[in-house]
């Protein structure tokens, strides 16, 4: 496989509204972001992925675009955002954009012509559909509760929206809407940005039947999404965006894409099909899902997601390329799902880390993961934010015998909010987050968990992320060696090898509160051994690996030559 600088890279998720708030009003800022850009280069970050920063009118917290050309202005200006791209260039950093184009806002321009009339040059730019025997068109279930069409009265048709009903999905059948996006993309590379993430792009293309779902017994609305994901047309939009926009400039791409299968993820980021470079899937964030989803919280196992891993790791190994991740802004935070947020917060919260990075991938690192930021317990559902977390407690609600108690465990558990709760820099009033209210409550926890405190600390998780990224640039075997599993059937070490040419990186991670003893014989027998990163003060480079004690929640990578 060719080596690429995306490859090589750290990427930084930044959320904007929960950054950093510049100037009082509660609401992360642009120049928030400007005036942290030398904390992320501490860091040793090489990217920055921005969430959305586009004017909208914020029905899915900026994931609802009213102008592709425009800055919200709760975010700031134009010229902030170019004063940014400038800030980061100068500093080494590259900026990668946030791309949503399966939908935009019902008050974008292009919506709004096409709701005006039947006959409207606009009107195939989105989704209309007859109704059926007075109810929709089809039975597909809405991602933020109830149905994904949505009628109106003017013109007597339903539109189709797979998200809100304030964002209404793209016609991409529409050549006319696919030139306009690829215009729009163009003007921002043009501008200067390094790449982009693509939402939901695998739901570009739709079955043109518009078929029903599969629908439980009593349930109305089903699960469309075999007849949307990876659509008929999917690879053949994403060829086109490649040959007319992406292959034209040196980017990072990376899509999104709930439901991808690794056959698939293949065909999107295989370098011979001139797609895209690398995918983001569920799998590993769906462990412990229930009938209901995320919300019913279930308990896992490490053997699930061992073989999921694995599974990308290898799947993609020859033929593709993998992106890392334990949290986003849609997942709840790392060390709260996979680690231990309470005695062993710091201590697993380095292990996650390393798990992840010494993967075949690009990893990345969420606002706040590098200090440990953890979930936080919402006292009531008037604290929450999140369209989906509101829609979906509402409808529990409504319905008998749900007792409130379980709903907001469930909401503590998994609620996207629980990502998007501002970022901890110091010990002072709301964090340093702002000097003014914040739009989303400050986890109480903030005076332990906090940037100016990490920084403060050799020790801390911070220092741990930042020595791991230079782990990254000094050793070629981290970014493109063969993965191989170690210990399957085990239930508390995660333990696996990645070996370029003839250097072997043994990786071992405790997931669990206990001590384990362990025998590596067969991979170090005979071989010089230096020890590269542990988050044990106490282990040293010439630690018997025949019959070694791990202690809780321990992790620790050898280099054997």
């Known amino acids: 496989m060719s080596e690429q600088w995306w490859k090589e890279s750290v990427i930084y998720q930044i959320y904007p509204r929960s950054f950093h708030d510049s100037n009082g009003d509660g609401i992360g800022d642009i120049k928030g972001i400007t005036g942290k850009l030398d904390y992320l280069k501490k860091l040793g970050v090489d990217v920055v992925w921005l969430s959305p920063v586009y004017d909208s009118p914020n029905d899915d917290n900026g994931y609802d675009i009213r102008n592709y050309h425009e800055i919200m202005e709760e ?113 921002w590379l043009d501008k200067g940005v390094d790449g982009f993430r693509m939402d939901v792009i695998n739901f570009l293309s739709k079955d043109q039947r518009f078929p029903d779902g599969e629908a439980e017994p009593g349930q109305r609305f089903a699960d469309g999404g075999r007849f949307f994901a990876q659509g008929p047309r999917i690879h053949q939009f994403i060829q086109e965006m490649n040959q007319k926009v992406l292959s034209q400039y040196d980017i990072l791409t990376v899509g999104e894409m709930p439901g991808v299968t690794v056959e698939e993820a293949k065909k999107f980021t295989a370098e011979d099909r001139n797609e895209l470079q690398m995918v983001f899937h569920f799998e590993h964030v769906g462990l412990g899902d229930g009938p209901n989803g995320k919300w019913d919280n279930l308990p896992w196992r490490l053997t699930d997601l061992k073989e999921i891993m694995t599974k990308w790791q290898k799947g993609l190994e020859k033929k593709g390329w993998n992106s890392l991740y334990w949290n986003n802004h849609d997942q709840p935070r790392a060390v709260s799902r996979f680690g231990d947020d309470g005695q062993y917060r710091e201590q697993s919260a380095k292990m996650l880390a390393v798990c992840l990075h010494l993967m075949k991938g690009t990893p990345y690192i969420y606002q706040g993961e590098e200090i440990g930021m ?54 002072s009033e709301n964090a340093g987050f702002t000097t003014g209210e914040p739009w989303l409550q400050v986890n109480p926890n903030y005076q332990e968990i906090n940037v100016e405190r990490a920084l403060a600390d050799p020790d801390s998780i911070f220092y741990f992320y930042q020595k791991l990224i230079e782990l990254r640039k000094q050793e070629k075997a981290i970014v493109y060696g063969d993965y191989q599993l170690l210990l399957e059937e085990d239930e508390e070490i995660f333990a696996y090898t990645r070996t370029l040419h003839k250097e072997t990186l043994l990786v071992v991670c405790n997931f669990s509160s206990n001590k384990q003893k362990r025998r590596f014989t067969d991979i170090t027998g005979g071989k010089q051994q230096q020890l590269l990163i542990t988050n044990n003060q106490h282990r040293i480079d010439q630690d018997d690996l025949t019959e070694v004690t791990i202690q809780p929640y321990e992790t620790f990578v050898y280099k054997l030559t």
């Open 75 to 187: 975010f700031g200006s134009m010229d902030d955002f170019d004063e940014l791209l400038h800030e980061m260039h100068k500093r080494g950093l590259k900026l990668v954009m946030d791309l949503v184009v399966n939908h935009t806002s019902d008050e974008h321009a292009w919506f709004v012509e096409s709701k005006s009339s039947k006959d409207n040059p606009k009107r195939d730019y989105y989704i209309w559909r007859s109704g059926r025997d007075g109810r929709e068109p089809n039975n597909w279930v809405s991602a933020f509760s109830g149905s994904a069409w949505e009628y109106d009265k003017k013109t007597d048709e339903y539109y189709l929206h797979l998200f809100s009903k304030k964002q209404p999905d793209l016609n991409w059948e529409n050549p006319e809407v696919r030139e306009d996006i690829y215009q729009m993309m163009r003007w």
């Open 374 to 427: 953890t979930n936080v317990p919402f006292p009531s559902i008037e604290e929450c934010r999140d369209i989906e977390t509101l829609n979906w407690y509402e409808e529990r609600m409504k319905e008998e015998g749900v007792d409130s108690a379980d709903l907001l465990e469930a909401i503590y558990a998994r609620s996207r909010d629980n990502a998007r709760t501002p970022v901890q820099w110091d010990a």
